[in-house]
């Protein structure tokens, strides 16, 4: 073996794959496999145990890793409690998924992996190519240190908590640039220089923090991006709005939710969330304090502003205390669509049953969001149940729920003033970033529900006349936007209406907030079903009319504690109807996209049925394990000791390797290299001896005559040439 190849096939030193893989274990928790994966990745060194695989056994070995990661990845498909996030934890892994690849070459005899042990393209060509007796050249590699990177990889992928938040990357960091400088060191260490040490050490550091940053890069790139809410779950504590942008606002046709109506009237708007807290081009859900929060039971607790529903059995959830079979519900539907974990579920206001929900935890926020936590399945057909005589799911609101920017209190008065509506000189100061100041002298005066009612209806009504609905947006002044809108421009979308509207009954002292959802307007082509695509997305607001300002502070308290009590929200949506009609032309393809889209999530739907469910896992199993059999079987009928013969081995060999192929190299290093142009049989006849003539004839044997071929005389035919050179009967 030249020097050359001396350094393209070098393997890691002893003990680096094995001290890496238990460093893995230790970024991971997972001492236990890290250890059992080290010992049978260092054996080689403490046993002469060989197998010479040969092509087919490196390929059934390569096969075998793909099929132990596809079975994995399928596997973690039918778990009930899998996350999004799991799928790409699954990918740290892969140092065990590709590990009987790895054994093989640590075990084998053999030079090294072939490369055609990757495509099953090339081995075809490659049988192709011996079976017409052409020369066929495989380049060998070695994957010690390809499996080296990879489990360097594999430690920095979804690590989880083991360790305290940034000191695992610290360790992480420090963990691959000892190892890198380790495996470096003793590629250089053959030339006996210090400096070699030197400049390995410095391109490990640069080495591990390159790595130290795409393995950041990936997790900022794929996992967090994939374990927060999607667009079409949207945010339960801020929503950004598209106030301020000059461009055309573009509608997506594509559908997010399916609602099929069964009973009572078919609502108009489905929320997804609200909002109390304006920012400019921003509406923010602010948490109460401890003072302003409502009592949650510590059973329904569960953290930050969510309580849960009550669960009556394992897919029924309720809101409310009472009886559900005593309720009769006005309104009953079902919601299907694609879900992720921490999916907020569109539904009617006064919704107050949820059914066949396959989670760990349905919670709701004092904002009257839905959140799914741990769903089951990635699509799910949920049950609504909603009744107007009940109390929604929302809280009464507090003084946040009046607060308004105080540069955009002017031009909200000066339009309110034009409309004869008194703006409340009362409310509360709110500046961007500071707290709330509540008046201690000045309680919040109350609205009657039918002030309340009237005020939105002198809105509604000049609204309609004096507004314009549009997708184009034009700009507008970020320190007071809605101001500007309902003074100036009076063209805009939905999200300039909703604004506005809140902060007008804000300012008129009826607390209101800024909700996002859906319009239920598309039907389907199913009975009772209801499209809900992205273009129905909405903005309006919801109002809190007929309620009683009342002080909750403990006697003694600095301030006053108030909650407005014993009213109702109600929806108020003063964005023209016009807004309906815009994208109703649809393209050609559309009802191929919607078949899709909908055949997607029935797919879904459908493997989730636990008789499906079970028949795919059994089926899997049984697949996978007579596939392992398979393969375990056809890898160990390789199997032998070293320099141990195997009947009819040479006689394979010889084959599958053009039969002259190691003897062509030993002779071309002596005459030169064969012409691709020239036939083998003529360039032998031109640089053999005569007393090796008859090595020709039993090449064409081998060759032409397989059945009838000579393959043991063949074989004492190169080695006497071999021979006749030596004692040089033949010279270069």
């Known amino acids: ?68 990661l596809i079975v994995a990845a399928l596997g973690l498909m039918q778990v009930e409690e899998a996350e999004t996030g799991d799928f790409l934890n699954l990918l740290s892994w892969l140092p065990f998924m590709m590990l009987p690849l790895a054994l093989a070459q640590q075990y084998c005899s053999d030079r090294g992996v072939p490369m055609t042990t990757f495509s099953f393209i090339a081995r075809r060509k490659m049988a192709a190519d011996r079976k017409a007796g052409r020369v066929v050249r495989v380049s060998d590699v070695d994957l010690g240190y390809p499996y080296f990177f990879l489990i360097l990889i594999g430690a920095g992928i979804g690590r989880g908590d083991v360790l305290k938040p940034g000191v695992d990357e610290l360790y992480y960091a420090l963990g691959v640039l000892l190892l890198l400088g380790w495996g470096l060191f003793r590629l250089g260490a053959r030339r006996g220089r210090i400096r070699a040490w030197g400049l390995a050490y410095l391109a490990s550091l640069m080495m591990a923090f390159l790595m130290m940053g795409g393995v950041l890069w990936l997790y900022e ?149 839905i959140q799914l936590n741990g769903p089951s399945q990635a699509a799910m057909k949920i049950r609504l149940f909603a009744d107007e005589d009940l109390d929604t799911i929302e809280h009464d609101p507090s003084m946040m729920d009046l607060l308004c920017p105080s540069k955009e209190k002017e031009g909200l008065d000066h339009f309110l003033k034009e409309l004869d509506l008194e703006a409340v000189t009362w409310a509360p100061n709110m500046k961007m970033g500071r707290r709330v100041e509540e008046s201690r002298n000045f309680p919040p005066q109350d609205v009657s529900e039918g002030e309340a009612l009237e005020a939105s209806r002198v809105l509604e009504g000049y609204f309609d006349k004096n507004f314009s609905y549009s997708l184009f947006l034009t700009g507008a002044d970020l320190r007071a936007p809605m101001s500007e809108f309902v003074n100036k421009k009076r063209v805009g979308h939905c999200e300039y209406f909703a604004g506005a509207t809140t902060l007008l009954l804000r300012r008129m002292g009826i607390p209101s907030r800024y909700v996002v959802g859906f319009a239920v307007r598309e039907e389907g082509a199913d009975a009772g079903e209801y499209l809900i695509r992205g273009k129905h997305a909405h903005a309006w607001s919801q109002a809190y009319v007929g309620g009683t300002w009342v002080d909750e502070s403990k006697p003694g308290a600095a301030r006053p504690l108030w909650r407005c009590r014993g009213g109702r929200w109600v929806t108020v949506d003063l964005t023209p109807a016009s807004w309906l009609s815009e994208g109703e032309k649809k393209a050609w393809y559309q009802g191929v996209f919607d078949w899709f889209q909908k055949a997607k999530a029935n797919l879904v739907l459908w493997f989730a049925r636990p008789a499906v469910t079970a028949g795919f896992k059994y089926l899997l199993l049984s697949l996978g394990f007579l596939f392992f059999i398979y393969l375990s079987f056809k890898m160990l009928r390789t199997r032998r000791r070293e320099g141990e013969k195997v009947l009819g081995f040479w006689e394979d060999e010889v084959r599958k390797r053009g039969y002259l192929n190691d003897f062509e190299r030993w002779l071309s290093r002596r005459v030169g290299q064969r012409p691709s142009w020239m036939p083998m049989g003529q360039w032998l006849d031109q640089h053999l001896p005569e007393e090796a003539r008859g090595l020709i004839r039993r090449y064409e044997e081998v060759t032409f005559l397989v059945e009838r071929g000579d393959v043991d005389g063949l074989k004492r035919e190169l080695e006497g040439v071999k021979g006749l050179w030596k004692k040089g009967q033949k010279t270069p």
């Not at 238990?22 to 046993?47: D, K, S």
Request: one cysteine or more.
């Open 221 to 369: 790139r794929y996992i967090k991006s994939l374990t927060q809410p999607t667009e079409q779950a949207g945010s339960p504590f801020e929503t950004m709005t598209s106030i301020g942008q000059v461009h055309k606002l573009q509608l997506s046709p594509s559908i997010r939710w399916r609602y099929y109506h069964e009973e009572g009237k078919v609502p108009d708007l489905v929320k997804i969330s609200s909002y109390n807290w304006p920012e400019g081009d921003l509406w923010r859900a602010r948490m109460r304090r401890n003072l302003h929060r409502e009592r949650i039971p510590e059973e329904r607790d569960v953290g930050g502003d969510f309580e849960k529903f009550l669960e009556v059995d394992r897919d029924v959830f309720l809101f409310h205390e009472r009886d559900e079979a005593v309720v009769d519900f006005q309104t009953r539907g079902e919601i299907v669509g694609m879900v992720s974990d921490q999916s907020l579920i569109p539904h009617p206001l006064h919704t107050k049953r949820l059914a066949q929900l396959q989670v760990e935890i349905l919670s709701a926020n004092s904002m009257g969001a």
């Open 1 to 68: 073996m030249s020097k050359e190849d001396e350094v393209i096939f070098m393997s890691p030193p002893r003990l680096l794959l094995g001290v890496t893989l238990l460093f893995w274990g230790a970024m991971h928790g997972q001492a236990l496999p890290a250890l059992a994966a080290a010992i049978l990745v260092e054996g080689r060194h403490w046993t002469n145990l060989r197998w010479c695989f040969g092509e087919k056994g490196f390929a059934r070995s390569w096969q075998l890793s793909v099929l132990i």
